[in-house]
């Protein structure tokens, strides 16, 4: 028994590499292994890792990242549009269905039968509950206070680690699994994943994300906990609500450092009791801890829309053109592109 999760169970987290960029690859095996951004309007919405490697970052301008990989022999390709003319995630849904469908009911045998579920969490990113015993096929049922992580209170954390830093618990169930979710995906859909091992979700993710690019991550006893902890900058902890930068400010740069804080002093460091549960749950964090349980979330429950408008640059009206103005941009009814997604 240990404080991270359930003892029947590990979660894998499977999270496509530079998503976005290895759809456009798919439909142009031209740009195959050559830096690649993706834009969106405005916006740099993708890199992959080349692109990454000739200085490209998410969120730059978009003629600035042109010069940069034009340098390096790359391209910024634009998000997929439809024949009219309109930005669609079309393929980029597509995509992202065959890889739930691969997840759900697509892996090999005996990975498959392991499954007990599987929750989508983005449009590239997926978690598993895999079952460690036969008896555990079924997801658990959380009743009241019945969570393993319960069992321990949080300021006991330090003398459990400290007296448990040898403990390890058997991850080769889960690491097979992941393997053969790295095969199946890149084999019948030619992406490149990588999956983190871990005891709860919490650990997965960060897990996966230190396996980047193509590769896997296990996170397989209680020091492994510790030095991830230690390698995940605090910003990249997943649900902070805004509070890294204040974080930063107080000299807390990596999950580890935490530890040093009880729940009470980081909502007190944070502005006092309204933040006092995002202070509970970054202490938890800090130690590696997270409830959170896999669900199936099925369909989309609702659609969200939103609109940007593109000024239109106009000319002006005769009278006031012999006043030697220019052309005005936001006269008119401008350009609307519209962009929808489902939240689930």
């Not at 992202?96 to 579920?117: K, N, T």
């Not at 202490?283 to 239109?312: C, F, H, I, N, Y």
């Amino acid at each position: 028994m240990h404080p991270y999760g359930s003892p029947d169970h590990c979660v894998l987290h499977v999270d496509v590499d530079s998503f976005f960029c290895q759809v456009e690859e798919l439909r142009c095996p031209s740009l195959s292994g050559r830096p690649v951004a993706v834009q969106q309007h405005q916006d740099i919405i993708a890199v992959n890792y080349p692109a990454r490697q000739a200085g490209v970052k998410k969120h730059m301008p978009p003629a600035q990242a042109r010069t940069l990989l034009s340098a390096a022999g790359g391209v910024v390709v634009h998000v997929f549009t439809e024949p009219d003319g309109r930005v669609s995630y079309r393929p980029y849904r597509e995509a992202s269905a065959a890889l739930l469908r691969l997840l759900s009911c697509g892996l090999p045998s005996p990975a498959s039968a392991c499954v007990a579920v599987v929750e989508k969490a983005s449009i590239d990113e997926a978690y598993l509950l895999v079952a460690l015993h036969a008896n555990a096929r079924q997801p658990p049922a959380k009743a009241p206070n019945s969570s393993p992580s319960s069992s321990i209170p949080l300021p006991d954390m330090p003398a459990w680690v400290a007296g448990h830093g040898g403990l390890a618990w058997d991850c080769s169930l889960g690491a097979d699994v992941a393997a053969a979710v790295r095969a199946a995906a890149k084999q019948q859909l030619g992406l490149t994943v990588s999956v983190g091992v871990a005891p709860n979700k919490l650990l997965a993710k960060l897990a996966s994300r230190a396996a980047k690019p193509d590769g896997v991550h296990v996170v397989g006893g209680v020091e492994a906990v510790q030095q991830l902890l230690a390698a995940t900058p605090v910003d990249r902890l997943p649900g902070l609500g805004g509070v890294a930068p204040a974080l930063l400010r107080l000299g807390i740069s990596c999950a580890a450092q935490l530890q040093a804080q009880s729940a009470p002093s980081l909502a007190a460091l944070l502005g006092g009791q309204q933040q006092a549960r995002l202070a509970g749950r970054l202490a938890e964090a800090g130690w590696g801890r997270d409830e959170g349980r896999v669900v199936d979330k099925g369909p989309p429950r609702s659609l969200q829309v939103q609109m940007t408008l593109t000024p239109q640059v106009r000319p002006l009206p005769p009278n006031l053109q012999a006043s030697g103005r220019g052309a005005v941009a936001g006269q008119g009814p401008g350009n609307a592109a519209v962009a929808c997604w489902c939240r689930c």
